[in-house]
């Protein structure tokens, strides 16, 4: 399995509701992130696990939560998002923080829409 | 500073013409650089990698570390071609990806 997949694809949200997305990759990675991206716009990292402990947090709002289940799971726990926050919500993994000179392999995204 | 920088938002080429994608950066010490592409509705994908000097879907970029580029090309564009292109900097402090603007590629027939 070579791929990083997430889910769901849509995602339709009140700004009271409380939602999760979710990554999974099976390719033994230690190294997973979440990034936004906007409409022709590049994607903006917001979260860094590396062996399932938080490394980076890019200054991002407290309404959206990570959490690193296991080595093969990453989820993104969203509360109380404003529309601002409507965007395509990218997961990717690496071998490792050090070992990027594979690069990443993204999942498809999760577009969010905050009504 | 950590930089990647993309100067056109977009380009145009006629089917069958040459293309470059400029890419210029800015990092002290040896740089681990990529090209990503977006199809329209699809995932981000790893085209090339600097350090593997392979070619891939006909795209060559060779590094410069004189004039600090990494410029994406292809002597022939093709219509499936037309995509979204994102140069890519790794950064060692942390292990990021830090993109740059991105340039659109539109291929026509």
């Known amino acids: 399995d070579t791929e990083v997949t997430q889910t769901p694809k849509h995602l339709v949200m009140g700004m009271t509701n409380k939602k999760s997305l979710k990554c999974e990759q099976h390719m033994g990675h230690r190294a997973m992130y979440w990034y936004k991206q906007k409409a022709k716009k590049p994607p903006e990292l917001m979260f860094v696990y590396s062996y399932e402990k938080l490394s980076i947090n890019e200054s991002v709002p407290s309404r959206f939560s990570p959490e690193c289940p296991n080595s093969s799971l990453l989820n993104l726990h969203l509360h109380a998002l404003q529309p601002e926050d409507s965007a395509l919500y990218l997961c990717?993994?690496?071998?490792?923080?050090?070992?990027?000179?594979?690069?990443?392999?993204f999942g498809s995204g999760t577009r969010l829409t905050v009504v | 500073a950590q930089r990647v920088t993309q100067p056109e938002k977009l380009l145009s080429v006629f089917k069958g013409a040459p293309v470059e994608l400029k890419c210029n950066y800015s990092?002290?010490?040896?740089?681990?650089l990529f090209w990503y592409v977006q199809y329209s509705r699809q995932r981000l994908q790893l085209l090339l990698r600097?350090?593997s000097r392979e070619s891939i879907k006909g795209f060559t970029a060779d590094l410069n570390k004189g004039e600090t580029s990494f410029h994406l090309k292809k002597p022939f564009a093709q219509e499936e071609d037309s995509a979204m292109y994102y140069c890519a900097l790794a950064s060692r402090q942390g292990g990021k990806l830090i993109f740059g603007q991105g340039t659109e590629l539109s291929v026509k027939p």
């Open positions: 990092y002290s010490g040896s740089p681990e």
């Open positions: 990717a993994s690496s071998q490792d923080r050090t070992g990027i000179s594979y690069g990443y392999t």
């Open positions: 600097h350090i």
